[in-house]
């Protein structure tokens, strides 16, 4: 492999003759080997934007020579396309409020517009991976406002996927809607519900989980950029902040604005911190969810078994013909994953001292983490799992007919002490509540008939 011979404020470091990124992130990418990953596309798409709009701010404010501003932009223009992605050598963990992230995409920017200028990579007296690339910018203000950006595109996602489910629930509590089952409190037999009714719940607060979501990424909608360090903008010229703003929000397709407060951006992860609690909120719905279909599927012959699961693979490699919940088991890890997420966000969050967070990096690998499981596995888990969910309808009615918790119904017949002496006896003798009321003439034939109708269960639902 052949070296060239770059030059930072430390001094000399030989970086490979062909890699794009330079002396920065040489360095960084041997102090920083900690997950073995590579830090997000979207990560690297929302840098490479805001590299973008700060040379078009700058160009305009005639603070960047026109042609070093027309290389920048149409470098950033090819990485936004796909090419040189392998240049960004930084782990998604990393230095201290991302400086090692931020330095490697101007070196990689900078190193490919000095080939689109006929230059050599390694020239930054042309154009420089600070003074150009980072012009009126500072890692504390480019990293968080990536992190809104970054989040923003991948909860765009979860929020696509999450309806994909809601629309699935919707549907299979329709087909559900005139499926008697027994409810359940306590874990412990209840008045009877509709199968209907359990997946239509599902689906309404996944929806008010779903609300919460976009409510946050609202707030991630203002950015600090323009703050550059601490908050106080300095460096940046008069404009620049409402311009780079404008033209991030355009190249990002996001209605970014500019933040109240630039030392609030800069200090405080509360909107962050917020996006990361919403994804907990609708993991702690799902896995609940997920739990009841376990539970319901349970069997087939000696659980619940009151729906019918559908096979993606076989359960057992030694019991043959097993069906498990594989997939709801799944979303059950993922659901734990992104609680988990949510607890290191909050501890980086409020690990932040005076004018700056420097928890940014491990912060933000957590919520794209959360968001990719969720954007990737929830459509699967709506087609394959929930599309293809039956009633076991004759397990179902059988439940119904043994169940002696049907005395409640005739409560207001007989009333509550008589209603649970019938209860005990049914458990004791084995028989219905409907044969143990008629031996007892306590309630007349048509009033029993009336009282335990599917009509009046489901009112009473």
Partial sequence: MSFRVDK??????????????????????????????RAHPNLIRAFVMIKRSAALANKELKVLDAQKAGAIVKACDEVLKGKLLDQFVV???????????????????????????GKKKGQYEAVSPND???????????FPTAMHVAVLLNMQEADAALSVLIRSLRKKARQFSD???????????????????????????????QKNMRDAMDGLREVGLGGTAVGTGANAPKG??????????EVSGLKLRPSDNMFYSLQSKLDVAAASSALRNVAIELTKMANDIRLMAAGPVAGLAEVLIPAVHAGSSIMPGKVNPSLAECLNMVC?????????????????????????????????????????????????????????????ESY???????????????GYLKAAEIYKEALKTDKSIRQLVLEKKLMTPADLDKALSKKNILGAG
Avoid: W
């Avoid at 150009?132 to 480019?142: G, I, K, R």
């Fill in 336 to 396: 734990f994953q992104v609680i988990g997420n949510d607890v290191a966000v909050a501890m980086a969050a409020q690990a932040g001292q005076f004018e700056l967070n420097v928890m940014l990096p491990g912060m933000l690998k957590s919520v794209l983490d959360s968001t990719d499981m969720l954007k990737n596995f929830l459509p699967i888990f709506a087609v394959h799992m929930i599309d293809g969910l039956k009633a076991n309808r004759d397990r179902l």
């Fill in 240 to 249: 620049y902040r409402k311009l780079a703003i404008r033209h991030l929000s």
């Fill in 179 to 209: 499926a008697i089952k027994i409810g359940r409190t306590h874990l412990m037999d209840a008045i009877p519900v509709t199968l209907g009714a359990e997946f239509e719940q599902y689906a309404y607060s996944l929806s008010r989980a």
């Fill in 91 to 117: 782990e998604a963990i990393n230095s201290g409020a991302g400086t090692a992230f931020n330095m490697n995409t101007n070196e990689v920017i900078a190193n490919r517009a000095l080939e689109i200028l």
């Fill in 132 to 142: 150009h690339v980072n012009m009126s910018q500072s890692s504390n203000d480019t």
């Fill in 8 to 37: 930072d404020s430390l001094g000399k470091v030989k970086v490979p003759s062909d890699a794009y990124y330079g002396p920065f992130a040489s360095r960084a990418k041997e102090m920083y080997r900690v997950t073995g990953q």
């Fill in 400 to 414: 119904i007919e043994k169940s002696p918790v049907l005395v409640t119904l005739l409560n207001p017949y007989i």
